[in-house]
């Protein structure tokens, strides 16, 4: 069985500037998560999808963050504009149904200079 | 405030030592915990998921125990490998409509030969 599919694995770009991340869930998986993880910390949960639909998009700071899943498979999550707070690693994860195992992927660190 | 607490923060062991790892939560309403193992630049894989009714739960070499009432679980490594090195992230699930994962922020173990 594949895994979580993440792109890119490294970025690196200045304050103001604009990224995008991509997510390719375990196929058959319905529910897909982006998570953020700083430096020393667990992961943080920014939002959560059930196939197409948003399920919980309570901790995503709207203002500057955006996600999407088209179609139910592949999702996208967007930063614009990036702050140097946004430096983390960020992370997709995917289950079959809620309270089942989340497969992770292995994230996309980002820095910002 | 839903909170999951792990200690120690960091360890260091020989290889082939057994070692403990805990976690203290006060997350409610309860419906399962988890760990998790992270290795470095990489995705927390899934190791154990107890529910309420579970007390204990074994993945290979790992042991995980939990008692519901005092609100504790415990993480044991039975001979430790050097490919045990990692940080293990114990995540505490609620049931209440969505599920709501909270993460504890870790252990780091370094096993050393």
């Known amino acids: 069985e594949a895994g979580v599919a993440q792109s890119p694995r490294y970025k690196i770009i200045e304050k103001r500037q604009s990224v995008a991340f991509w997510c390719n869930p375990i196929s058959g998986h319905a529910t897909l998560y982006w998570y953020q993880q700083i430096l020393g910390q667990g992961p943080k949960l920014l939002i959560q999808?059930?196939?197409?639909?948003?399920?919980?998009d309570s901790q995503l700071p709207k203002d500057r963050f955006s996600a999407e899943r088209l179609k139910g498979v592949d999702s996208t999550l967007k930063i614009q504009p990036a702050k140097l707070e946004d430096s983390a690693v960020y992370l997709c994860a995917s289950s079959h149904r809620v309270g089942q195992p989340q497969h992770f992927g292995d994230g996309t660190r980002l820095s910002i200079l | 405030k839903n909170q999951v607490e792990q200690s120690p923060q960091s360890l260091i062991i020989l290889e082939g030592k057994n070692c403990t790892l805990q976690c203290n939560y006060t997350v409610s309403p309860f419906s399962n915990l988890r760990w998790y193992k992270q290795d470095t630049g990489r995705g927390p894989v899934s190791l154990t998921i107890m529910t309420f009714s579970e007390n204990t739960k074994s993945n290979g070499r790992y042991t995980a125990t939990l008692d519901a009432d005092t609100k504790q679980s415990s993480l044991h490594i039975t001979a430790s490998q050097l490919s045990d090195s990692a940080s293990y992230i114990c995540?505490?699930?609620?049931?209440?409509?969505?599920?709501?994962?909270?993460f504890g922020t870790g252990t780091r173990l370094t096993i050393i030969p």
């Open positions: 999808f059930q196939n197409n639909g948003v399920v919980d």
């Open positions: 995540v505490v699930g609620t049931n209440f409509g969505n599920e709501k994962l909270t």
